[in-house]
Structures are given as structure tokens and as C-alpha cells.
């Protein structure tokens, strides 16, 4: 299967700091990326489309300006969690998708704990 | 919006015994995907169900996609110790979006 890596796997900040994990498509050109986040025994819920060359696309509820995505390159999206709060504690998980295709190949994902 | 039911919520098994699991929809999904998620990581793809009545398999594993277009079901034959997670149905709505949408999850546990 297709590769896609996050950096980092964990991080663990302050609140009001900001974080940013990094999701790459390693096999394939991606002008498409995901990003879900996943709380504890939950299935994953889609915060945002990443669109390489454009502006995310986000899910109602989810706000833009508290989660930053940038997808400068095919290979390679952003997700920024601004001034995080205690409550964004969760598993972000970010997917590629090749070409047309339908099947998503889905990151590793990045624990983040905000103390 | 759309849905997808999975079921059952939870399975706690002998090691050696088969599982079955499956998805249904009130709406036609045209691809049916199943992953499996491991504690701590991303699902992974296992299984990718493209066309109405197709029978696939990958290993131990075997996925059919229903005729209705809204099912899907999973079985895994002579379980093992590591085939413990997470298994998910997936599918992409409506639209032509790319994005998918996930069943609850079906939680295995395999007892050795």
C-alpha cells in the first residue's frame, strides 16, 4: 500500500502555544490530503479537505482559523492547531489520495496532549 | 446525511474461531473500503470493494460488496492474537467529494 507519514508522532504543549504536524505523501503526488481527528474509542471524524494550490475546504463545526492547513507542494500538507486548549487533546490523522481514486491511504497519526 | 451502521460494536473471541462483521446503509454506496486500525496508529487499508456483488480476498480476510450497493460485509478465518483492533467500513458519499465516510468501528479482541 501507499505510504504517508506524519512528523511528529507525539507532541505534548502548553496551552495557548501552537503546533504544527506535517503529513507527506511519500509514494505518490497527492493534490488531494484529509484530515480527521479521533478521540477515544470513536471512529474518525473529517475536519478538512486539503487542496494543493488552494484553500482547505472544512467540515461545519470545524474552525479554519484555529486549524491551519496549508498543502503548499503535492507532497506534503500542514495542519496547525493554533492557541491550543487542553480540549484539542486528541489523534489527528491525515490521508492521501491518488489520482481519481476513491481509496484513501491514511498517516500513522500525531498524539497531541495540551497540558 | 449519510450513514454507515456497523456491526457489532465489540467482538471478544477465541483465537482459531472466524469473525464476521458487516455494513449497511439506507443509501447506495458505489465503493465499499475496509480498514483496520491498530491502538495508536492509522487504519489500514485492507480491503477495496469497487463493483455491486464482488467477493475479495486478502488472506485470511474476505469482503463482498452487497448487490444492493448497501451492505458490505467482513470475515476473518482462524483468527490470530494480532489480528486485535479496530475494523472499519468506509465509503464515500454522494457528490463526488473524495471525502469518505466511516462506519462506528467493530473492536475485535482475540483471546489465545
Known amino acids: 500500500g501507499a505510504v504517508v507519514s506524519q512528523h511528529p508522532s507525539r507532541v505534548i504543549c502548553k496551552s495557548g502555544t501552537s503546533v504544527k504536524i506535517e503529513c507527506r505523501s511519500l509514494d505518490f503526488q497527492a493534490t488531494t490530503m484529509f484530515w480527521y481527528r479521533q478521540f477515544p474509542k470513536q471512529s474518525l471524524m473529517l475536519m478538512a479537505t486539503?487542496?494543493?494550490?488552494?484553500?482547505?475546504?472544512?467540515e461545519q463545526g470545524v474552525e479554519k482559523d484555529k486549524f491551519l492547513i496549508n498543502h503548499a507542494s503535492l507532497t506534503l500538507s500542514t495542519l496547525t492547531v493554533t492557541s491550543a486548549h487542553p480540549e484539542d487533546s486528541s489523534f489527528y490523522i491525515c490521508s492521501s489520495v491518488r489520482g481519481t481514486q476513491e481509496t484513501q491511504y491514511f498517516g500513522p497519526g500525531t498524539r497531541l496532549l495540551v497540558l | 446525511g449519510q450513514q454507515l451502521n456497523q456491526s457489532p460494536q465489540s467482538m471478544f473471541i477465541q483465537e482459531g474461531e472466524d469473525v464476521s462483521m458487516n455494513c449497511t446503509s439506507s443509501s447506495i454506496f458505489n465503493t465499499w473500503l475496509w480498514y483496520k486500525q491498530d491502538p495508536g496508529e492509522g487504519p489500514v487499508l485492507l480491503i477495496a470493494l469497487y463493483k455491486a456483488g464482488e467477493l475479495t480476498s486478502n488472506g485470511r480476510l474476505t469482503a463482498q460488496f452487497g448487490i444492493t450497493r448497501k451492505d458490505s460485509f467482513l470475515n476473518i478465518s482462524a483468527s490470530i492474537p494480532s489480528d486485535v483492533g479496530i475494523y472499519f467500513c468506509?465509503?464515500?458519499?454522494?457528490?463526488?467529494?473524495?471525502?469518505?465516510?466511516f462506519g462506528q468501528g467493530t473492536t475485535l479482541q482475540v483471546k489465545p
Open positions: 486539503s487542496n494543493e494550490g488552494s484553500k482547505a475546504t472544512y
Open positions: 468506509a465509503g464515500p458519499p454522494s457528490g463526488n467529494t473524495g471525502k469518505l465516510i
